[in-house]
């Protein structure tokens, strides 16, 4: 069984930067899909951006050129890499695997992802 555990949240200053991590355990990243995700009160879980197994990323427009997705494939752990945060970017963050074997394009639904961490809380004050 695939687990993923994310770790790295905090409260911070607008303008500052966190990594978050999200290690995996009971499978590996480097052949799957990963993605990450957040979830800010009262609003829907929304993509953040995706990595495939290929290491090709993607991210939604309003974290390009502030936040980056990378993996370390012999640590088998994700990184989002925030930088610049705004307060909007508040939420809790979610890592997420998918579970099909090198898939091709990208895939950005939360429903795409099969396995999910726990969630890590972050804050970003004004």
């Known amino acids: 069984q695939v687990q993923l555990v994310e770790s790295g949240g905090g409260l911070v200053q607008a303008g500052d930067s966190l990594r978050l991590s999200c290690a995996a355990s009971?499978?590996?990243?480097?052949?799957?899909?990963m993605g990450w995700f957040r979830q800010a009160p009262g609003k829907e879980r929304e993509v953040v951006g995706v990595m495939k197994w290929s290491g090709q990323t993607s991210s939604t427009d309003s974290v390009k050129g502030r936040f980056t997705i990378s993996r370390d494939d012999f640590a088998n752990t994700g990184y989002l890499q925030m930088d610049n945060l705004k307060p909007e970017d508040t939420a809790i963050y979610y890592c997420a695997r998918g579970s099909g074997y090198r898939q091709s394009g990208f895939r950005l639904g939360k429903n795409d992802y099969q396995y999910w961490g726990q969630g890590t809380q972050v804050t970003v004050s004004s």
């Open positions: 009971g499978g590996t990243l480097n052949d799957y899909d």
